[in-house]
């Protein structure tokens, strides 16, 4: 596969001399490293040929890259210096710990697949009763029964670790560690009605680093609604101490949405407080696909998504709602790409920021639309809703054009509640605090009522609630 834009949509994604560059540039990232293979050595699960031709060379990339800093045109919104600063060791699963109930959505409570410190737990999943035509599985579980003359096993080494930027630091330093993968495989022409729970928990004490990864694959003509939740919700008894827990989940998402397939896809991101998050999302499109995004970001000290959509064909459609809500001090940063290499491409993207107390919020989207890419549609706006004097939001969309017949626009707001909007509210009798809650709510709704399953919609709402009622003390 080739990508026809340039510069490269993938961020920190230009190649390495694997030949002339010296190893271990970076010592964190080179102990990081060791720590990374070391667990997967003593996981002491044998590894076909393929995937250990895998770890080895994306260990390669790690060794002759560096964490990316300030001075990177990517990150220097984004300071990495206070990951640096913890020495993280490698959890194994602890799934005594973890309690079935916090983990639950009704809608899926048949088609939920469950890691824990990125390994799987089956005594937490549920996947038993799923229709004909869908696997939901860890890769070392995938049956073993052929599909058009190969095993899914087989299969999967077509897909896994083959998407645009698999050499990105943080992506090569999942695949170099990854002991195990979450699968979810739709065949042609199967449409799935059940949404699919993909929930990876992190658990322990110790600052601890996990690596959680998924291999989404809709064949020609089908369809999946799934939920990828990232949380360190182990017990809502416990939920406090959980927060003060230093960990880093380092994820990477592979979706592969073939001919005419759709999927609508939720990402949930609900790190604890002191928690990191670097997360991938990359998603290849053929054509007459449809792809839809719906990404929140409410946890985490600091948290990075790299959102890298590619269209490997004409007329697709994709469409990304992303809603950021952060206070105290933390920093959220989303980072998108879009590269729309074919005709009749449509794309429209609404991300939104609510940011109170000292958290800072980082927005970049990239579209590139070269000369192919004629009668192109593509729409981006950054909204931004800022709650105290000293919360921040840096923002950056970006269109690179060079076909003459498109119809494009972006664009990037950043406001406070207005002072008239409340008084209007105070004069029909609701007192201030309740006033800037119905703004806030308004202002959150437009992306959370989008999300098709209705569980997860009430959730939120309550968090968002729950979050008003913290900012207005």
Not at 73 to 82: N, Y
Not at 92 to 103: F, G, I
Not at 295 to 319: P, V
Not at 402 to 431: M, P, W
Request: with cysteine.
């Amino acid at each position: 596969m080739s990508i026809q834009v340039s510069p490269s949509p993938v961020p920190n994604s230009n190649p390495v001399d694997l030949a002339s560059t010296v190893l271990d540039r970076d010592a964190y990232l080179a102990e990081l490293l060791n720590q990374v293979v070391q667990t997967r050595h003593s996981a002491s699960v044998e590894v076909d040929a393929w995937l250990q031709e895998l770890h080895e060379r994306a260990a390669l990339w790690v060794r002759k890259s560096v964490l990316p800093t300030n001075r990177d045109e990517e990150w220097r919104f984004t300071d990495l210096s206070s990951l640096r600063k913890v020495q993280f060791n490698v959890e194994t699963r602890q799934v005594a710990s973890v309690q079935k109930d916090t983990l639950l959505l009704p809608e899926a409570a048949n088609s939920r697949l469950v890691f824990v410190n990125g390994v799987y737990a089956p005594e937490l999943s549920a996947v038993a009763d799923l229709p004909d035509g869908i696997v939901v599985s860890n890769l070392t579980n995938l049956p073993v029964e052929t599909r058009h003359g190969a095993s899914l096993q087989s299969r999967v080494q077509e897909y896994l670790a083959q998407t645009e930027g698999a050499h990105e630091v943080f992506t090569a330093l999942n695949t170099s560690g990854m002991t195990d993968v979450a699968v979810v495989w739709v065949a042609k022409n199967v449409v799935v009605e059940t949404p699919i729970h993909l929930v990876f928990v992190a658990a322990g004490e110790s600052p601890s680093i996990s690596l959680p990864r998924c291999l989404v694959v809709a064949e020609t003509g089908s369809s999946v609604t799934l939920v990828e939740e990232y949380t360190n919700r182990k017990d809502a008894k416990n939920a406090k101490e959980e927060e003060k827990r230093v960990y880093f989940t380092n994820a990477v998402t592979e979706i592969w949405v073939e001919e005419n397939a759709q999927v609508s896809h939720t990402r949930l991101e609900e790190e604890g407080a002191e928690g990191f998050h670097i997360g991938k999302t990359a998603v290849s499109q053929a054509r007459y696909s449809r792809y839809t995004c719906h990404a929140i970001t409410l946890g985490g000290k600091l948290s990075r998504h790299n959102l890298e959509i590619l269209q490997t064909g004409e007329q697709t459609e994709t469409t990304l709602n992303a809603l950021t809500m952060i206070g105290g001090n933390q920093l959220a940063d989303t980072h998108s790409a879009i590269a729309l290499n074919y005709p009749y491409g449509r794309s429209q993207q609404l991300h939104k920021c609510i940011v109170g107390d000292r958290a800072h919020a980082v927005f970049n989207g990239k579209i590139f639309v070269p000369k192919p890419a004629q009668l192109t549609d593509a729409a981006q706006l950054n909204r931004n809703l800022l709650l105290s004097p000293k919360a921040r939001v840096d923002t950056k969309p970006q269109l690179e054009i060079t076909a003459d017949n498109v119809k494009c626009a972006h664009g990037a707001t950043v406001s406070q509640l207005e002072d008239d909007e409340i008084f209007y509210l105070q004069s029909r009798g609701i007192d201030a605090n309740d006033a800037r809650n119905l703004l806030i709510n308004a202002f959150a709704a437009e992306i959370i009522n989008q999300i098709p399953v209705p569980s997860l919609r009430e959730r939120l709402t309550q968090t968002v609630n729950s979050y008003q009622s913290i900012i207005n003390d």
